[in-house]
């Protein structure tokens, strides 16, 4: 699982997949659950850039402040899910941009954070879902999102992140990736139908990632001759 990313600038998101100019609300430097972050979704024919709240908010919720996590969603359970069943089964699927992400190493016996950014340096666009969801009292409209993850025991890098549950063997943790969702696969994706999405739902090959250990910023400092 993920929970936090860096997202690019909006006129970066808008010129890499190809949107037209807009006025979005503000998001952070850094996304973390239940805070505002960009996500694209179709349009007609077409493409929106549209500000949310990582935390997919479901139709049957009372209120916006959900008791439970929703700000990732294991693929394998989207078309069981209550809260994702519905979202899956329309097709409201949506890009979300990222710089880069960050997962917890636990190989040392502590958390180190890496970082990951895509080698070839395009920003990450990664698989979600979104839903729009109505406050019955007042009428407010919230837009919100949920990033999707796969199984990645058997990934050579991404196996390596989180912390072992002890209460299971090597190959039964079920550590978590990103799906990232390549630039040509977009359309299929965001207008295809629920098999054609099905199929995108993959890990990524190792060769993609750029990944390390984060740099604390006294460290760079240093490093820079600070």
């Known amino acids: 699982m993920c929970n936090r990313y860096i997202p690019p600038v909006q006129e970066i998101i808008e010129a890499h997949w190809h949107l037209p100019a807009s006025t979005q609300p503000a998001w952070g430097a850094s996304v973390h659950p239940r805070a505002p972050g960009p996500f694209i979704r179709a ?6 850039l549209v500000v949310g709240q990582w935390a997919l908010i479901p139709h049957f919720a009372k209120t916006a402040k959900l008791p439970y996590s929703t700000n990732n969603a294991r693929s394998e359970e ?3 899910k209550a809260s994702y069943r519905d979202p899956w089964k329309r097709g409201q ?4 941009p990222a710089t880069s992400f960050d997962e917890p190493n636990w190989e040392t016996g502590k958390n180190v954070w890496w970082r990951f950014h895509r080698a070839d340096g ?3 666009g990664l698989a979600g879902i979104w839903n729009t969801w109505i406050d019955r ?3 407010e409209v919230v837009e919100s999102y949920s990033m999707l993850t796969i199984n990645a025991d058997d990934h050579p890098l991404m196996r390596r992140m989180h912390k072992p549950d002890p209460a299971y063997g090597p190959d039964e943790q079920d550590k978590r990736s990103v799906i990232p969702i390549e630039i040509g696969d977009v359309d299929s994706w ?12 993959r890990l990524a090959p190792v060769e993609v990632f750029n990944a390390a250990p984060e740099v604390p910023e006294r460290s760079q400092g240093r490093l820079a001759g600070l």
Do not use: F
């Not at 699927?93 to 979300?96: A, D, F, L, M, P």
């Not at 207008?191 to 099905?198: F, I, K, N, Y």
């Open 43 to 48: 349009n007609g024919d077409g493409r929106e």
């Open 78 to 80: 989207l078309a069981q």
């Open 93 to 96: 699927r949506c890009i979300i």
């Open 122 to 124: 395009s920003p990450w």
């Open 137 to 139: 009292a007042t009428g």
């Open 190 to 201: 965001l207008h295809g139908s629920v098999e054609d999405a099905a199929q995108l739902l």
